[in-house]
């Protein structure tokens, strides 16, 4: 089992920035991958960034380059740095676990970009 819990999120005016934090526990060394995904209201959630266990990043097309994900050497935490935020980012945010057996999710935590 994977634990995971967000934190970072909050209102930012939009062209400011927020860094979103996510630190797994429990069975970490099992995990894949880990990301980030995004649900506004009345939409599907959608996949933002994801890391894998070798670091190789990849993104959604509306976020590439002007977010950024990271994770520390010790693999338990996982960031997403959100620069030149724009009205559509507004979304909850819920981080994401990945491993041979299974998928884990957090809590989520709301982002809210306003004019």
């Known amino acids: 089992q994977v634990q995971l819990v967000e934190s970072g999120g909050g209102l930012v005016q939009v062209g400011g920035s927020l860094r979103l934090s996510c630190v797994a526990s429990?069975?970490?060394?099992?995990?894949?991958?880990m990301g980030w995904y995004r649900q506004a209201p009345g939409k599907q959630r959608e996949l933002v960034a994801v890391?894998?266990?070798?670091?190789?990043?990849s993104y959604a097309g509306s976020v590439k380059g002007r977010f950024t994900i990271s994770r520390t050497n010790a693999r338990n935490t996982v960031y997403l740095q959100m620069n030149s935020l724009k009205l559509e980012d507004t979304a909850a945010y819920y981080c994401?676990?990945?491993?041979?057996?299974?998928?884990?999710w957090g809590q989520g935590t709301q982002v809210t970009v306003s004019s």
């Open positions: 994401n676990a990945v491993s041979v057996q299974s998928q884990y």
């Open positions: 429990g069975s970490i060394l099992n995990i894949n991958a």
């Open positions: 890391i894998t266990s070798s670091s190789r990043t």
